[in-house]
């Protein structure tokens, strides 16, 4: 019962994630930046960085493909 209590605990004190609204709050910078020709690799690197986006590229990739180039 002890692991059970912990595991419990410790999902309790996790954050929850926030990648998905970091991403949505900067669609339009993101947006702009690959119509001007920067790949979605050099923008994600960038936020990143910078802390904007604490996803790995492979989310970022993910929600660029559904947010933006399906959204097309």
Same mark, same amino acid.
């Given at each position: ?19 998905? *609204?970091?991403?949505? +709050?900067?669609?339009?910078?993101? #947006? ?5 020709? !920067? ?6 690197? *960038?936020?990143?960085? +910078?802390?904007?986006?604490?996803? #790995? ?5 993910? !929600? ?9």
């Amino acid at each position: 019962m002890e692991l059970l209590e912990e595991l419990r605990n410790a999902k309790l004190k996790k954050p929850p994630a926030n990648g998905k *609204v970091a991403f949505l +709050r900067n669609i339009d910078q993101i #947006k702009a930046a690959l119509d001007q020709g !920067y790949t979605a690799v050099d923008v994600w690197r *960038v936020m990143h960085d +910078r802390g904007e986006v604490k996803v #790995k590229y492979n989310q970022f990739a993910l !929600y660029v493909r559904r947010f933006i180039r399906e959204a097309k």
